[in-house]
């Protein structure tokens, strides 16, 4: 797990395991028992415990601004899965 961004104390982070979402870039949202998994790509929410609506709007206008960064920590992560959900579905 790597802790890319806070918001005020709500980390923002990419994980190095995944047990969900596997080869779908996403990053996570944890604040003591909320949490919220979203796609770096549409920015959908994937996943949602705890957090209020407006706590949600402003996770993701962060993530948004920090696309790229977390994006990057994907890939370093998850690459190769990436790769090998992407060759599962043209093959």
Not at 53 to 82: A, C, F, N, P
Request: positive net charge.
């Amino acid at each position: 797990m790597s802790t890319v961004v806070w918001l005020k104390n709500i980390r923002i982070e990419v994980r190095s395991r995944e047990r969900n979402h596997i080869g779908r870039p996403h990053c996570h949202a944890v604040l003591q028992d909320a949490s919220l998994s979203v796609d770096l790509v549409s920015f959908e929410v994937l996943e949602c415990s705890g957090f209020a609506k407006s706590d949600v709007k402003q996770i993701i206008e962060k993530m948004t601004q920090h696309r790229e960064e977390l994006m990057s920590k994907w890939e370093e992560y998850h690459g190769q899965e990436k790769n090998k959900v992407c060759q599962k579905k043209h093959s």
